[in-house]
């Protein structure tokens, strides 16, 4: 199990830009294969982007395409999803996840709140 806590949530306007973060607790962070959810309001969770532990192949939903990238930094275990042209639609709780390899159980944060409104 990986311990991971999410920051940089918060309240922005249509438009506007948000950076989060996760920070993993773990060794051998890099061979974690990482991705962002979120589930708005009364909806299901819903897979934002990923990231492999190398950093270098990156998949989006079509729905953040353009605008939200995704990125980790090995060397401090964090990895990161910058947001940009926000929507209202973007509103929801997003959620760090760490599986090692396929088939593993995964790990989340807690998660983080984002809110898209003016």
């Known amino acids: 199990q990986v311990h991971l806590v999410e920051s940089g949530g918060g309240l922005v306007q249509p438009g506007g830009s948000l950076t989060l973060s996760c920070t993993a607790s773990?060794?051998?962070?890099?061979?974690?294969?990482m991705r962002w959810y979120r589930q708005p309001p009364g909806k299901e969770r819903e897979l934002v982007a990923s990231i492999t532990g190398d950093g270098i192949t990156k998949n989006y939903a079509d729905s953040v395409k353009g605008r939200f990238t995704i990125s980790r930094d090995n060397a401090k275990n964090t990895v990161s999803l910058e947001m940009s042209r926000l929507k209202p639609e973007d509103t929801a709780a997003y959620y760090c996840?760490?599986?090692?390899?396929?088939?593993?159980?995964?790990?989340w944060g807690q998660g983080t709140q984002v809110t898209v409104s003016s």
């Open positions: 773990v060794e051998f962070f890099s061979i974690y294969f």
């Open positions: 996840n760490a599986q090692r390899r396929a088939g593993d159980v995964s790990s």
